[in-house]
């Protein structure tokens, strides 16, 4: 699928996902290009029906500026009891709606995010989904004192680790000063092994295995159809 054709289902998928959002609700705002259409739609609601919302927190700085350019006010997740409603984008979502997310590299904050929400929506357009999880390699947030120690024991494991890079090939820093290591397993033999593992390997700080989260995936197909997929 070519980038013009992958954009407008990416929109798609985010401008139904916009009129979803109620009223006075709380609302987490997720990271990446599918939720900056999402983002921009929400906008438009915001000048057309005048669309109230309760609190927004997000996932990134890059979501929060472009939420704010357009006249949102954001708060800190630590502000917030709970939100009613996140909708954020996916890397891979399998046919039981498990995913493989993180790709953008704000995969702590996402999590968390997602973790206090009522409800959980991704937006996605068709080359998102697989049988399996698969076809992506798994980013794992690390901390920097032990980083090295954490690459290693991926390579004895079998895992593939690669160390996520920069636009100036020096390696990736996230939101929280950490590293990114993706993983190329592929496909992903038991996530949820792999999650319990990660899970508690000192060191790690999060991962972008989404498991047993997700309750609805909205989907844009290029034949024109948008799937509302639920649990
Ligand atoms: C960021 C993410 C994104 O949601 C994921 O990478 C999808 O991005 P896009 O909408 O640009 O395809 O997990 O950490």
Redo the contacts with the bound molecule.
Sequence with gaps: MDKTKQDQL?KEAATKAAEIVENSSSLGV??????AFFIDALAKRKERENLKLKHIVTTSNRSKKQLESLGFKVDELSQVDDLDLTV????RVADNLDGI???????TL?KNVAINSKKIIWIVDESKLVHRLSGFALPVEVLPISCEQNFKRFEQEGLKPRWRLDENGKRYVTHYGNYIIDLACDPIPAPHGLADYLDHTVGVVEH?LFLDMCDEVIIAHSDGRIEEKKK
Excluded at 88 to 91: H, I, K, L, V, W
Excluded at 101 to 107: I, S
């Design positions: 990416k997720g990271t990446g290009s599918t939720v954020d984008g996916a890397d997310k993180g790709g953008g590299g704000a995969l996402e972008g």
